[in-house]
C-alpha cells in the first residue's frame, strides 16, 4: 500500500497519520499543498486533521482549492481511496467529494476527549476489521464538527449505507448522530474523530488499530 | 469598483452563534429580540471590468459554501 498524505500550511495530525498508516505497513508519501501532482502509485490519499490555512473564511474551504486537492478531487471520481479526518473531513466536504458540510459545534465550544462511536456498518474497506453494531472510543478534538446536510440527503446516507459512524452520545450537535460517511462507492471515508490518536497503546487507546490494519491487506491501485 | 459580498446561514440551518448572541441580549435586559443571526461581509477591491458575473462565481466557488449559507452581492 502507498499512501499520500496531503499537508496544508497548519496541518498538525500529518505526521500522526503517517506514523499510523506506516505502522499498518504502508509506504508514505507526505505532499505538499502547493504539489499539482500525487506521487505513481498512490492507493490512498490521507487528508489529515488540523487548521488549515488558520480555518479562515470556513474550515477546509482555501484547502479545498488548492492545486493538490484538484488532484485528490481526481484521484476520487476516478474510483480512488480517501480518507479526511477531523480538518480533512471538512476539506473533502468542501470540495464536494463528500456531501454535506460541518457547522460550528451546537454548543459553541472546541471540543477534545474521548467519545464512543457506534459502527454502523462494516461494509467498507475501513471499517470491516469492526463488527456493525459494536462501540469503539476514539478521540474528538474539534470546533465546527457539526455535520449538516438536508433531510434528502441523509435519507439517502441511511438508505444507501454510507453512514460509518455515528456518535453514541452527540457531542456537537451533528444531523443524525453523524460522525463519519462514505462516498457512493464507498471509497472515500470522512470523519471528525481521530483514529489516528488511538493507534498505539502509547495513546492510550487502541481502538483506531483495526481501520489503518484493514486497509493495508487489499488495496490495489486505482 | 469594489463589491461587498454578504453571507448568510440558509434558514433552517441552525446558527448557534446567533442564538448565542440572542441569549445574551436577552441576559442584559434587551427584551424583544426574536431572533439573531449571524453572518459575514466581505468587501472586494475590483479591478475595472469586473463583471457581477464574476463575482457571483467566486461566491460559489470559494466565498459562500452552498450548501449551507446563501449570498447577496452589492456592485458600487
Not at chain 1, 505532499?31 to 506521487?39: E, N, R, Y
Not at chain 1, 477546509?60 to 479526518?85: F, L, M, Q, T, W
Request: charged fraction near 20%.
Amino acid at each position: 500500500m502507498h499512501a499520500a498524505v496531503v499537508v496544508f500550511p497548519g496541518s498538525n495530525c500529518d505526521r500522526d497519520l503517517a506514523v499510523a498508516f506506516e505502522t499498518a505497513g504502508a509506504k508514505v508519501s507526505m505532499v505538499w499543498h502547493k504539489d499539482t501532482k500525487l506521487p505513481d502509485g498512490v492507493d490512498i490519499v490521507g487528508v489529515p486533521g488540523g487548521f488549515s490555512f488558520g480555518d479562515y473564511l470556513r474550515c477546509g474551504a482555501i484547502a479545498a482549492n488548492s492545486p493538490i486537492c484538484n488532484e485528490v478531487k481526481v484521484h476520487a471520481d476516478r474510483g480512488g481511496y480517501a480518507i479526511g479526518i477531523c480538518n480533512g473531513f471538512q476539506v473533502l466536504a468542501e470540495t464536494g467529494v463528500l456531501p454535506g458540510a460541518l457547522l460550528r459545534n451546537a454548543g459553541l465550544k472546541y471540543i477534545c476527549k474521548t467519545v464512543g462511536l457506534n459502527v454502523v456498518t462494516s461494509q467498507c474497506v475501513y471499517t470491516e476489521g469492526y463488527s456493525a453494531g459494536g462501540v469503539i472510543d476514539i478521540p474528538i478534538a474539534h470546533h465546527d464538527g457539526n455535520y449538516f446536510a438536508d433531510d434528502e440527503t441523509i435519507a439517502r446516507l441511511q438508505g444507501e449505507d454510507r453512514v460509518a459512524f455515528t456518535y453514541t452520545d452527540n457531542p456537537n450537535g451533528a444531523k443524525s448522530d453523524i460522525a463519519g460517511i462514505l462516498s457512493a462507492n464507498k471509497r472515500v471515508l470522512g470523519m471528525m474523530p481521530h483514529p489516528e490518536r488511538a493507534a498505539d497503546p502509547g495513546h492510550g487507546g487502541t481502538d483506531g488499530q483495526a481501520l489503518f490494519r484493514a486497509l493495508s491487506g487489499i488495496l490495489t491501485p486505482a | 469598483m469594489k463589491a461587498r459580498v454578504h453571507v448568510m446561514l440558509k434558514d433552517g440551518v441552525l446558527d448557534p452563534q446567533g442564538e448565542a448572541v440572542r441569549h445574551a441580549l436577552g441576559a442584559m435586559g434587551f427584551d424583544g429580540v426574536n431572533g439573531v443571526r449571524q453572518g459575514k461581509v466581505i468587501e472586494l477591491d475590483l479591478a475595472d471590468g469586473t463583471t457581477e458575473a464574476n463575482v457571483n462565481e467566486m461566491c460559489e466557488k470559494l466565498l459562500s459554501n452552498m450548501v449551507i449559507e446563501s449570498y447577496t452581492v452589492e456592485m458600487s
